[in-house]
């Protein structure tokens, strides 16, 4: 089963400095989607790049998409304190169910 | 804006009890889902639904497993004897077309002792 796989596991930055998450997958997509996870609380859905899209911006979040490398980053910007969380992607197949990444925890200092 | 509630936010049970986790999702959304996250580790399929009946299953989705559309706002994930290791966030998502947006509900988190 095709799976997004996040690296690093970890990453802890100082506020106002940028954050770069990446994801890999293996086989062919139709979307991948990235998603914040607060500790111990629910999934918000960040963005959603198709796979003819290469990049797509929402604020200060920016994701690339290069679907012949097969591999997706998210780049947040200008982070502050209330970044921290979790990240995964999550990639989709022909019948819509999503397989997700073990995440990148992401620590913002202040 | 709309969002996807689920209930109970945290559910205890005893070993071989049977849950039932509850969820509605977005009034016009007409594909429902279930995942889980055991502590610590990532979010997993369980489940796709459309039409009354599962559209996809993972290996995870066993015969203790179910899930139900009983009326038209509810959609439940039924464990009928939960073991230790069911233990875990359950999340329920829906969503309005196929390859369309996920949005998650907050989760419930049962805890089988």
């Known amino acids: 089963s095709q799976q997004g796989e996040e690296d690093p596991q970890a990453l802890s930055i100082q506020e106002g400095e940028n954050a770069t998450m990446n994801c890999s997958y293996k086989t062919s997509i139709n979307n991948l989607q990235w998603y914040r996870q607060n500790s111990g609380r629910g999934l918000v859905h960040l963005i959603l790049i198709r796979s003819n899209e290469r990049e797509k911006h929402s604020g200060r979040l920016r994701v690339t998409l290069d679907t012949s490398k097969k591999s997706s980053s998210l780049l947040i910007t200008a982070s502050r304190a209330a970044d921290t969380a979790s990240y995964f992607c999550?990639?989709?197949?022909?019948?819509?169910?999503?397989?997700f990444g073990a995440g990148t925890r992401l620590t913002v200092k202040p | 804006e709309p969002e996807v509630t689920q209930t109970p936010s945290h559910q205890v049970t005893q070993m071989g009890q049977e849950v039932i986790l509850r969820c509605v999702p977005i009034s016009n959304h007409l594909y429902f889902y279930w995942y889980r996250q055991i502590l610590g580790q990532k979010v997993e399929f369980l489940v796709s639904?459309?039409?009354?009946?599962?559209?996809?299953k993972s290996e995870i989705f066993d015969d203790q497993f179910s899930v139900e559309r009983p009326d038209g706002s509810n959609f439940t994930l039924k464990i009928r004897s939960t073991k230790l290791e069911d233990s875990a966030m359950y999340f329920c998502?829906?969503?309005?077309?196929?390859?369309?947006?996920?949005?998650f509900g907050p989760g419930t988190r049962l805890t089988v002792l």
């Open positions: 639904f459309y039409n009354n009946e599962i559209s996809e």
């Open positions: 999550a990639t989709d197949a022909e019948n819509n169910d999503m397989r």
């Open positions: 998502a829906s969503s309005g077309f196929p390859l369309d947006t996920q949005y």
